[in-house]
């Protein structure tokens, strides 16, 4: 497949880091070193099914294809306000798609495990031109007096269209299954068989065995790719880096021993999006003319599960 149109939409909200110690015993001076961010974007009248909506359409109208032209589409997202219908669904109806709709969560790397399953139904001769989305709120899964998680992320959604084309050289997924590293719970229920055992336990995360785990998949994972398909990373042109912390980004970029002007970064507009964040960089990228045809971009996103993956695709 060809990546052929993307689009993203981001909540008109920005809260500062300054914004935050109004409320949290936290500072610029704490998180700016420790994770780039500067800024989030945050939820507020807005509804993520609507900026899915705007960010899938804005991708279509840059491929020059209508809401009838796709026959299948994925969406990514760890958390919305729907158990069902799927967010897909729901985005669906907005856009007049009829096609197949599927919802995986697959956390920060959903839109790589996405980009696979579509090059695999591509290949299987059983789709042409695929939708994906990566529509997420995390601010909504964390405790806003929990310093440690609350100040890492951002909402926001992102599109890609892939139409027919041998663009996607290869792709790689991983898990090393871990969920206690980090989880949430939301209440079910309770019916007459069986009281509901399960309180909600908003967003958990250990920080410092993530960032291992983030560190070393994604290095592991980009390498083994690469010699897979037999290139060298003096082939590459871009790293897309899950934009999960600066200090990630820059471990990553020391041990593949790459430059620093071959990964660009947002995270310190965004905070992190989870699976929306590759995507929504990739579309800030794109629009700003930086790709030309012929590079290779190596994509990287590991999060909760733990799962990782690897993408590596020619423009
Ligand atoms: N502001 C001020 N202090 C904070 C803080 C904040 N926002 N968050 C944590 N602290 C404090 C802690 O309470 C702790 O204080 P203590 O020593 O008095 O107990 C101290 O800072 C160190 O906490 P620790 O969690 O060990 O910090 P760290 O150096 O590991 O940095 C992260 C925390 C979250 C920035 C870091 O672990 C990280 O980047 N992990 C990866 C997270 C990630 O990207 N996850 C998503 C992957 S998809």
Redesign the pocket.
Known sequence: MRIIGTGSAIPKMAVTNDM?SQF????DE??VP??GIRTRHVITDEKLEDLGTLAASRALEMAGLRAEDIDFFLCSNVICEYATPSLSCIIASKLGITAPCIDINC??PGFLYAMDIAETYYKAGKARNVLIVCAEEPTKMCDWND??????FGDGAAAAVLGPGENILGTRLHSQPAPDK?WETIPLNSTPYSQTCTSAVPLQ?K??E??KF?VNASTTEVEALLKELGMTKEQVSWYMV?Q??I??IDAIKQYLGEPEEKFPTNIHDHG?S?SASCLILLDECNRKGLFKEGDILVFS????GLLSAAAVVRW
Do not use: E, K, P
């Not at 949290?24 to 500072?27: A, Y």
């Not at 310093?147 to 890492?152: D, F, G, H, I, K």
């Open positions: 935050l949290l015993d936290t500072s704490w998180i420790r994770t956390a920060c310093r440690s998680t609350c100040v890492l980090i995360m920080g410092r993530v960032f983030a899950h999960a912390n200090r990630i992190n989870s996103a590991f999060g909760a």
